[in-house]
Each structure stands twice: as C-alpha cells, then as structure tokens.
C-alpha cells in the first residue's frame, strides 16, 4: 500500500484511482495465475510494479479514448530525465507514449525495460533496482542511462 500511494502521489490531482484501487487490483493480477513463488521481497516487489504500469496504462486508454485527438498525436514528455521525481507534471498522453516505447524497447532488450519499470513504476532507488535484476550497480546506472537516452529519442 505504501508503495502504491507513492505512485499515486505523483498523479495529477484529478487522478480517479485512489491508491486503495491501485493495490486491489496489482494483488489481483499478481495473484491470478496458479504460480506464486517470489524469491523474495524485491522479486514481489518488481511484479507489483509491473502490475501497477499495467493498471495505471490501462487506466489512462480508458480515460483518453473520448480525449484523443482525431490525428492520435501524443503530447509528448518534456523532461524524461526527470520524469522519475516531476511525475506530476504528465498526461495520460504521456503514459501511452511511455508504455509504447517500453514495448519498443523489450524487444531490443527486457533489461532495459525492467529497470525502467522498475524506476518510473516501482519507485526504487538505483541501488534496488541492480538488486533486483542481478547487476551491479555501475552497470545498473549504465543501463539506466541508455534506457533514458532510447526512451527520450523514441518519444521525440
């Protein structure tokens, strides 16, 4: 729940879904399937924020299919190096454009995407997130940086 709240407190003030909802429904994906094995604590935690992109992703289609403009241009992000802590600051617009270049981007290379998630869904710091998907932390920061830099140059 705190990890949720979190996240929504970076959502715009007209935001429908209260973290209460956000955290029903992650537990609700995660626990659907028959297999619930977590390797521990991280491992639980990088599935509840993939659950939570998919919520919130879904949550924004929902919300724009009346909004979107006829040509379907996307606003796009104006500071993806600081999207992570100016989060306020986007549209749903932008978490559509987000997920689709992170679709992208899993294609070219899913540890990418997983730090991605992992930093702008889950909140973790660096320092988790090499935690979570077995890399140093240097390398970690490397992956990061070349995520951003494939993220920022897809969305322009």
Known sequence: HKLARGRMNREPKDHTLQATALVNEA???????????????????????T??????????????????????????????????NEYKNRSHDDLLGLDEALKKLAKIDATLVQ???????????????ARVVG?????????????RAWLRKEME
Do not use: Y
């Open 135 to 147: 890399l140093s932390l240097r390398k970690t920061e490397r992956e990061w940086q070349t995520a």
């Open 27 to 49: 537990f609700l994906k995660i626990f659907r399937g028959d297999d619930h094995a977590f390797r521990n604590r991280d491992h639980f935690l990088a599935l509840a924020s």
């Open 51 to 84: 659950a939570m992109r998919s919520i919130l992703v879904d949550h924004a289609r929902t919300k724009n299919c009346v909004k979107r403009s006829p040509g379907g241009e996307r606003v796009p992000l104006t500071h993806l190096d600081h999207l992570v």
């Open 115 to 129: 730090i991605a998630e992992l930093r702008f869904f889950g909140g973790f710091s660096m320092e988790e997130a």
